[in-house]
């Protein structure tokens, strides 16, 4: 009996030492893939374990702070860093990213679009993005706001859906269901084929990535540490094609 008491104790401590937490990645979902490839060298290299959560930047704040769950969120667009720091979902963040807006052309767009005018030409359909769930419904308005009348007018015309996530405009794009959809960047159709048209700087609208710590996490060191470990490894965006900032606040 005492033997088997000791042999009880001894998987009790075992299993205590070696209990691993899963965290909780929330990541916008245009920068997703990155975001994975670090998230696999982590669960490689330390006991926790990492789950990404992806979607519309906003999208996933609203299921963090809905579920008070989450221990890293990395997202696309100022609004939404201000809403999280509103609601009091972070307690740190770092400037990561800059990205530049680009409309993607499907195999029919690419036929009728040579420029960012033809955008705007009677019959072309185009894909936005929900202002609600995801910057780029923001960033187009802002764009529209920057050009003049007539041109923006005859362009938002030609909107005919808008999306949750950036994913589902490159779906629509890939299955020519539509002629062009905005994307954040161009390294998100980096390995894709796709062709896509420039957005006049004088209209354009940059974006930023921005790196957080999450408020609502239940293992706080563990968060810390996946936070810097995300941190040490943010050149891994860079070989998806995006651009990097020198880590500065907003």
């Known amino acids: 009996m005492r033997y088997l008491s000791l042999l009880l104790m001894f998987i009790f401590v075992f299993s205590f030492n070696s209990y691993a937490y899963t965290l909780f990645w929330f990541t916008g979902a245009g920068i997703k893939n990155p975001a994975q490839k670090i998230a696999s060298i982590y669960n490689k290299t330390h006991k926790n374990k990492v789950v990404i959560i992806a979607g519309g930047s906003g999208q996933v704040l609203n299921e963090m702070i809905e579920a008070k769950k989450g221990d890293i969120y990395t997202l696309v667009d100022s609004i939404f860093l201000k809403k999280a720091l509103k609601h009091k979902v972070v307690l740190q963040y770092k400037k990561l990213l800059k990205l530049t807006p680009v409309f993607v052309l499907s195999k029919s767009g690419k036929q009728k679009i040579k420029n960012f005018d033809d955008l705007a030409n009677k019959g072309i359909t185009i894909a936005g993005g929900n202002t609600k769930a995801m910057c780029l419904g923001k960033t187009f308005e802002k764009i529209m ?106």
Request: with cysteine.
């Open 145 to 250: 706001s920057k050009i003049p009348e007539n041109l923006s007018r005859r362009m938002n015309k030609n909107i005919t859906i808008r999306c949750l996530n950036v994913f589902q405009i490159i779906g629509y794009v890939k299955e020519n269901s539509i002629d062009a959809g905005i994307v954040l960047d161009r390294a998100l159709i980096k390995k894709t084929g796709l062709k896509y048209v420039n957005i006049p700087k004088k209209y354009n609208v940059n974006r930023y990535g921005f790196l957080t710590l999450v408020a609502y996490s239940k293992h706080k060191k563990a968060a810390k540490e996946l936070f810097e470990f995300v941190w040490q490894h943010r050149n891994i965006y860079k070989q998806y094609g995006f651009n990097l900032t020198n880590g500065g606040k907003k």
